[in-house]
C-alpha cells in the first residue's frame, strides 16, 4: 500500500476509534494519572495537507470532573473510608447469599444477593457480573451511597464480602 492511501486508511481508523459507541476516557498526556470521561466527540476539519499528509483535528465534550485512574480498582472498604477528593459515585461489588445490607454514612440500601451483585451508583443501577439487571433486588436511594469527600462510614451485613471501586474525582 502505498502512501496516499495509507493516510485514508489511518483516518478511517482513528475515525472509527473516536466515534465508536459506549463509555470513553481521555487521558491527556501531561496528566497520566486522571482522565475524563467522554459525553461527545466531533471531528472537525479534516483537510488533505498535500498529497500524502492529511490532518485532522478532533473536539471532545466531558463530563466536568477529572478523575483519578487508581479510582477504578478494586478496595476494600476499609480502604476508601477517606475521601481526599470531591463526592464520588462508587461501585459496590457484594458476594454472598441471601438478604444483605450496605450502609454508608448511615444511609441504607438492601439487596437479595444471589451470588453476586453489583450496585454501580453512577449508573444508578444493580446487576449480576453477568450482566442481568437486578434493580428489583435492591431498595434504597443509590446517592445516599455516594461518598462524601473526607471520612466515611461503610458497613455491610456479617457473611457478605464488599470490594469498592471509589471513583474518585475532583474539580
Known amino acids: 500500500m502505498n502512501a496516499p492511501e495509507c493516510w485514508f486508511d489511518t483516518f478511517r481508523k482513528a475515525k472509527s476509534w473516536l466515534l465508536k459507541s459506549g463509555r470513553h476516557i481521555l487521558v491527556l498526556g501531561d496528566n497520566v494519572d486522571f482522565f475524563y470521561i467522554v459525553k461527545k466527540v466531533s471531528i472537525d476539519t479534516v483537510e488533505r495537507v498535500c498529497y500524502e499528509i492529511g490532518k485532522f483535528s478532533a473536539t ?26 470531591c463526592t464520588s459515585h462508587p461501585t459496590y461489588k457484594i458476594a454472598g447469599e441471601g438478604i444483605c445490607t450496605l450502609s454508608v454514612n448511615g444511609n441504607r440500601m438492601k439487596a437479595n444477593v444471589g451470588q453476586n451483585i453489583t450496585i454501580d451508583t453512577e449508573l444508578m443501577e444493580a446487576y449480576r457480573e453477568d450482566g442481568v439487571l437486578q434493580n428489583t433486588e435492591v431498595s434504597g436511594d443509590f446517592e445516599g451511597l455516594y461518598l462524601k469527600q473526607g471520612e466515611n462510614m461503610i458497613e455491610i451485613s456479617e457473611g457478605f464480602l464488599l470490594k469498592v471501586i471509589p471513583n474518585w474525582r475532583c474539580v
Not at 478523575?67 to 477528593?85: H, L, M, T, W
Open 60 to 85: 471532545f465534550v466531558c463530563v466536568g470532573y477529572e478523575y483519578v485512574k487508581r479510582g477504578r480498582d478494586e478496595y476494600s472498604a476499609g480502604e476508601v473510608i477517606y475521601n481526599p477528593y
